[in-house]
């Protein structure tokens, strides 16, 4: 007990706006990741073909590329919570309307939808860390940020859940584009959420200049931080947005039931990251991050290789087992990866840091989904494609294993404790 009470104790010293910011984050990725569960189903079950499904959600990634990287320089010295308002407005409501668009078979408009919603989720992500780092305690800065990510695997385990149990009460109601317009339309709740956020923000510069000065920032730091992240990115965009199409392809797992695979997966990962602050204090960055990425990528060749025997009739358990230790293992890292990413950057580079972690990761998307389309017209197995993000995930974890190795050189520290100077935060 008192183990679970001082990790807990170190949650509640979070400050009050930043457990709002949480909150309607839940909200914002509520949204998001039914999305990410159900729309590939959604698109098949109107007629649309799998590489189309990929395609549609590419171009959500497309905007948020875009428009990131100016969003890193816009943000330095601005007031972050209007951000934060237009992302709630923009987000469910270009959600509601792409799952129209879908009923109505015009790929054009979910296109353009998905384009849009891509602004407002990127207001949102990017603007996120740096505001934790600015408004928060150092002391807590871990906790804050584990449970800023944890949003995204505990919203995936409820919704998961919601639509595994509704869809077998009903099927003929609850099918793929209702769940997702209901959830859409609870993302609206993050508005009053936001708007009933309080901080100071009055020291901010608005208005003034924009820091487009590159010389303002620490490139050769921030190359070396994107660089794990560009890599891991980029074989993720091969395998976690289409893995849903992979189980009902290869193995002919449905949606309802992957829901609930899903929705498991993601309640180990919400309750794994928990911990990590605790375990990167008591064992070190190279344990929290290079450790839990190893036996991730592990499970995650083992679950691709079950194509190959896709015939046997325990292939799609032996998926599905890998499936989920692999999810937990490669995401709990998440924050931690973060947390040492703005650290080793500086406290100067945090909102391009944030900025180009973001753009990295919808462009890497946006790259392999694209590539992924490609390679399923030409025919090309599930499992191959997934190798490729086997070779880059063991890249970028060889990377972070030198990131480590400097950013002790250079504090003293591997993470178990952090002397947070100025430099840093």
Same mark, same amino acid.
């Given at each position: 007990m008192s183990f679970l009470s001082g990790i807990l104790s170190k949650y509640k010293k979070i400050e009050k706006h930043i457990r709002y910011l949480i909150v309607a984050e839940f909200f914002i990725q509520l949204v998001n990741t039914t999305f990410f569960m159900l729309f590939n189903y959604h698109m098949t079950a109107q007629g649309f073909l799998d590489y189309e499904a990929t395609r549609a959600f590419a171009w959500r990634f497309c905007m948020v590329l875009v428009l990131s990287f100016p969003l890193g320089f816009i943000l330095k010295?601005?007031?972050?919570?209007?951000f934060f308002v237009m992302a709630s407005i923009i987000v469910p409501t270009t959600a509601l309307f792409v799952v129209w668009a879908v009923y109505q078979k015009n790929l054009s408009l979910i296109y353009s939808g998905m384009f849009v919603w891509g602004i407002g989720f990127a207001f949102f992500q990017v603007s996120g860390l740096p505001f934790i780092l600015r408004y928060s305690d150092k002391e807590t800065h871990s906790e804050s940020?584990?449970?800023?990510?944890?949003?995204?695997?505990?919203t995936i385990f409820l919704s998961g859940i919601i639509y595994a149990v509704l869809s077998r009460v009903s099927p003929n109601i609850f099918d793929e584009g209702t769940m997702l317009g209901c959830?859409?339309?609870?993302?609206?709740?993050?508005?009053?959420?936001? @708007? =009933? +956020?309080?901080?100071?923000?009055?020291?901010?510069n608005e208005g003034k200049e924009l820091s487009l000065n590159v010389r303002n920032y620490d490139w050769g730091r921030i190359l070396k931080v994107v660089t794990p992240t560009l890599l891991i990115a980029i074989g993720a965009g091969f395998t976690i947005p289409v893995i849903n199409l992979f189980f009902e392809s290869v193995h002919g797992i449905p949606s309802e039931s992957f829901a609930i695979y899903g929705a498991a997966t993601y309640g180990l990962v919400a309750f794994g990251m928990t911990f990590m602050p605790f375990i990167r204090r008591k064992?070190?960055?190279?344990t929290a991050i290079t450790l839990f990425q190893s036996l991730a990528v592990a499970a995650l060749f083992f679950l691709a290789a079950t194509e190959w025997i896709k015939h046997w009739e325990i292939a799609a358990g032996i998926?599905?087992?890998?499936?989920?230790?692999?999810?937990?293992?490669?995401?709990?890292?998440?924050?931690?990866?973060?947390? @040492? =990413? +703005?650290?080793?950057?500086?406290?100067?580079?945090?909102e391009i840091i944030a900025a180009l972690n973001s753009s990295i990761w919808s462009g890497s998307w946006l790259f392999s989904m694209s590539m992924f389309s490609?390679?399923?017209?030409?025919?090309?197995?599930?499992?191959?494609?997934?190798?490729?993000?086997?070779?880059?995930?063991i890249v970028g974890i060889?990377?972070?294993?030198?990131?480590?190795?400097?950013?002790?050189k250079r504090t003293g520290s591997d993470g178990r404790e952090i002397e947070l100077s100025e430099e840093l935060v």
């Open positions: 010295k601005r007031r972050l919570k209007p940020i584990s449970l800023f990510f944890q949003m995204w695997p505990v959830f859409s339309a609870l993302g609206f709740l993050a508005i009053p959420i936001i @708007l =009933s +956020m309080r901080v100071d923000e009055s020291k901010m064992f070190g960055y190279g998926a599905v087992f890998f499936y989920i230790i692999r999810q937990p293992l490669m995401n709990v890292a998440g924050p931690m990866t973060s947390e @040492l =990413s +703005m650290y080793y950057a500086g406290k100067r580079n945090h490609r390679l399923r017209e030409w025919g090309i197995p599930y499992v191959n494609i997934f190798m490729i993000t086997v070779a880059l995930y060889l990377w972070y294993v030198y990131l480590i190795r400097d950013y002790k």
